[in-house]
């Protein structure tokens, strides 16, 4: 019995990854054994002249999965009258896209046609977080780039206005769980968010509340001098966090003191098991670290692509 239950673990676990697109540690050992370095220096050198790369790297391997699953669709330019996914409304803040081709040129010119476009991003996700202090972890590789990118479905992506229960289902659609939905919300720990995101819970929240009762006061007051009702700044927003780069635990605290930006985020306090993941991350930055990179590889593993882009921006 106790070889059926791990076999059956095991299938579960590698239920996501079609067959014929397994993911493995060593799928390049033999074509371009120094792929991983080769990314790792391209996002080291852009990491040091501007360090809100990171965030923007992490985000866009999200983004990239939760369509289509991690097949590098994130990355291609809309064409003729096809608008792609990244000049949908969810992506337009999304940036470094030339660190990815940076890499990837590096690597065409190392080992032509081998390393794709979605191994790139999922491989310098983890080098930004790792160059932002927070952990590291092995990466599968093999995934394959997708050739269709549709702008109109980045509607699929979770919005920072959900509630536990939309969120539970994003999720789930993707085979993750409430533990990988606590986990990787950490990663909000990074970066910078436009008013437009949070907007709605510091001005008219509902007919009794002008601010969602949810969010602590002072912080409040805070964002609404930052984000005035009729707001005419172009890019005004704020940190998601005061440490916004360096990967830390301090979103969870954050969240407990009833002061983070979206409305997802401390929806995780409504439902008694995200509640207790939270206070748990909150109180220990090794057993955050540990969930995330658990995590990540499991949504990194959502496969989807058919082939391995020569360009990082276009079909072969």
Excluded at 47 to 57: E, F, N, Q, S, Y
Excluded at 254 to 267: E, G, N, V
Excluded at 269 to 280: G, H, N, R
Excluded at 296 to 305: D, E, F, L, N, V
Aim: net charge positive.
């Amino acid at each position: 019995m106790a070889v059926i239950a791990a076999l059956l673990i095991t299938l579960s676990i590698f239920s996501l990854i079609p067959l014929g697109n397994a993911l493995s540690l060593n799928y390049y050992d033999k074509t371009c054994p120094d792929a991983e370095s080769i990314v790792t220096n391209a996002v080291k050198k852009e990491v040091m002249k501007d360090r809100t790369i990171p965030a923007a790297l992490l985000r866009m391997h999200f983004h990239d999965c939760f369509i289509r699953g991690c097949d590098a669709s994130v990355l291609l330019n809309s064409v003729g009258k096809n608008t792609a996914e990244k000049d949908g409304p969810p992506n337009g803040s999304l940036h470094a896209f030339y660190v990815i081709d940076n890499a990837k040129q590096a690597l065409e010119s190392q080992c032509p046609g081998t390393v794709s476009c979605a191994d790139i991003l999922a491989l310098a996700a983890r080098d930004a977080v790792v160059l932002s202090g927070g952990p590291t972890w092995d990466v599968p590789k093999g995934r394959k780039d997708g050739r269709t990118s549709k702008a109109s479905e980045t509607t699929q992506l979770p919005s920072p206005t959900f509630n536990i229960s939309q969120l539970q289902q994003n999720f789930a659609q993707r085979g993750l769980s409430l533990d990988d939905l606590v986990a990787l919300t950490g990663g909000h720990t990074l970066g910078f968010s436009h008013c437009s995101s949070f907007q709605s819970r510091i001005h008219n929240f509902n007919s009794t509340n002008d601010i969602d009762p949810s969010m602590h006061p002072s912080f409040a007051a805070k964002l609404k001098s930052i984000c005035p009702i009729n707001n005419k700044v172009k890019n005004a927003g704020t940190t998601m966090d005061p440490s916004s780069t360096t990967f830390d635990n301090t979103h969870y605290k954050l969240i407990l003191q009833r002061k983070t930006l979206f409305a997802s985020d401390q929806a995780l306090l409504t439902s008694p098991k995200t509640k207790d993941l939270v206070y748990k991350f909150a109180s220990s930055q090794e057993a955050f670290s540990k969930a995330f990179a658990k995590s990540m590889i499991k949504m990194s593993s959502i496969t989807g692509g058919q082939e391995v882009r020569k360009n990082c921006k276009v079909v072969n």
